[in-house]
Nanobody, 115 residues
Framework: QVQLVESGGGLVQPGGSLRLSCAAS????????MAWYRQAPGKQREVVGD???????NYADSVKGRFTISRDNAKNTVYLQMNSLKPEDTAVYYC?????????WGQGTQVTVAS
Protein backbone atom coordinates (compact mmCIF):
# COMPACT_ATOMS: atom_id res chain seq x y z
CA GLN A 1 0.00 0.00 0.00
CA VAL A 2 1.33 3.41 -1.00
CA GLN A 3 -0.09 6.75 0.08
CA LEU A 4 0.78 9.94 -1.74
CA VAL A 5 0.06 13.40 -0.36
CA GLU A 6 0.64 16.50 -2.48
CA SER A 7 1.07 19.99 -1.10
CA GLY A 8 2.27 23.42 -2.14
CA GLY A 9 -0.40 24.53 -4.57
CA GLY A 10 -1.93 27.96 -4.59
CA LEU A 11 -2.59 31.13 -6.53
CA VAL A 12 0.34 32.70 -8.33
CA GLN A 13 0.69 35.47 -10.89
CA PRO A 14 1.88 34.75 -14.43
CA GLY A 15 5.63 34.52 -14.47
CA GLY A 16 5.75 33.40 -10.87
CA SER A 17 6.98 30.20 -9.26
CA LEU A 18 5.66 27.45 -7.04
CA ARG A 19 7.14 24.29 -5.63
CA LEU A 20 4.91 21.29 -5.15
CA SER A 21 5.77 18.41 -2.87
CA CYS A 22 4.54 14.84 -2.84
CA ALA A 23 5.20 12.83 0.29
CA ALA A 24 5.00 9.08 -0.09
CA SER A 25 4.51 6.39 2.51
CA UNK A 26 6.23 3.05 2.41
CA UNK A 27 9.76 1.78 2.19
CA UNK A 28 9.80 1.24 -1.56
CA UNK A 29 9.78 4.90 -2.56
CA UNK A 30 13.45 5.00 -3.48
CA UNK A 31 13.01 2.20 -6.00
CA UNK A 32 10.08 3.73 -7.86
CA UNK A 33 9.68 6.11 -10.75
CA MET A 34 7.54 9.01 -9.59
CA ALA A 35 5.45 11.06 -11.98
CA TRP A 36 3.57 14.34 -11.91
CA TYR A 37 0.32 14.76 -13.82
CA ARG A 38 -2.11 17.62 -14.11
CA GLN A 39 -5.73 18.03 -15.05
CA ALA A 40 -7.21 21.32 -16.15
CA PRO A 41 -10.96 21.95 -16.04
CA GLY A 42 -12.70 20.18 -18.89
CA LYS A 43 -9.52 18.47 -20.05
CA GLN A 44 -7.99 15.04 -19.69
CA ARG A 45 -5.28 14.36 -17.19
CA GLU A 46 -1.87 14.76 -18.80
CA VAL A 47 1.63 13.87 -17.76
CA VAL A 48 3.89 16.70 -16.71
CA GLY A 49 7.02 14.61 -16.23
CA ASP A 50 8.66 11.91 -14.19
CA UNK A 51 11.80 10.98 -12.36
CA UNK A 52 13.32 7.52 -12.16
CA UNK A 53 14.73 5.93 -9.05
CA UNK A 54 18.20 7.11 -10.08
CA UNK A 55 17.12 10.64 -10.86
CA UNK A 56 16.68 10.61 -14.62
CA UNK A 57 13.94 13.03 -15.57
CA ASN A 58 11.57 13.41 -18.51
CA TYR A 59 9.24 16.30 -19.22
CA ALA A 60 6.30 17.13 -21.42
CA ASP A 61 7.20 19.59 -24.15
CA SER A 62 4.80 22.13 -22.68
CA VAL A 63 6.82 22.45 -19.46
CA LYS A 64 10.35 21.68 -20.63
CA GLY A 65 12.76 24.35 -19.48
CA ARG A 66 10.30 25.77 -16.94
CA PHE A 67 9.57 22.85 -14.61
CA THR A 68 12.04 20.68 -12.71
CA ILE A 69 11.32 17.41 -10.93
CA SER A 70 13.58 16.26 -8.12
CA ARG A 71 13.41 13.76 -5.31
CA ASP A 72 14.75 13.26 -1.81
CA ASN A 73 14.73 9.56 -1.08
CA ALA A 74 15.67 10.14 2.56
CA LYS A 75 12.42 12.08 2.98
CA ASN A 76 10.31 9.91 0.65
CA THR A 77 9.40 13.09 -1.20
CA VAL A 78 9.30 14.17 -4.82
CA TYR A 79 9.18 17.81 -5.83
CA LEU A 80 7.93 19.79 -8.79
CA GLN A 81 9.55 23.20 -9.13
CA MET A 82 7.50 25.33 -11.48
CA ASN A 83 8.94 28.56 -12.84
CA SER A 84 7.71 31.06 -15.41
CA LEU A 85 4.17 29.93 -14.79
CA LYS A 86 1.52 30.64 -17.39
CA PRO A 87 -2.27 30.77 -17.10
CA GLU A 88 -2.43 27.56 -19.09
CA ASP A 89 -0.57 25.80 -16.27
CA THR A 90 -3.68 26.18 -14.14
CA ALA A 91 -4.75 22.69 -13.11
CA VAL A 92 -4.95 20.21 -10.30
CA TYR A 93 -1.55 18.57 -9.99
CA TYR A 94 -1.20 14.93 -8.97
CA CYS A 95 1.72 12.70 -8.19
CA UNK A 96 1.67 9.09 -9.22
CA UNK A 97 3.57 5.87 -8.98
CA UNK A 98 3.04 2.25 -9.89
CA UNK A 99 3.66 -0.89 -7.91
CA UNK A 100 3.32 -3.74 -10.35
CA UNK A 101 0.01 -3.17 -12.14
CA UNK A 102 -1.41 -1.02 -9.34
CA UNK A 103 -1.33 2.72 -9.84
CA UNK A 104 -1.37 5.10 -6.91
CA TRP A 105 -2.45 8.73 -6.95
CA GLY A 106 -2.51 11.52 -4.45
CA GLN A 107 -5.53 13.70 -3.83
CA GLY A 108 -4.11 16.51 -5.93
CA THR A 109 -3.22 20.11 -5.24
CA GLN A 110 -4.72 23.08 -7.06
CA VAL A 111 -2.44 25.47 -8.94
CA THR A 112 -4.03 28.63 -10.28
CA VAL A 113 -2.05 31.06 -12.40
CA ALA A 114 -3.87 34.34 -12.74
CA SER A 115 -3.39 38.04 -12.29
Amino acid sequence: QVQLVESGGGLVQPGGSLRLSCAASGSIFSTKTMAWYRQAPGKQREVVGDITSIGVTNYADSVKGRFTISRDNAKNTVYLQMNSLKPEDTAVYYCNTWVGVQGYWGQGTQVTVAS
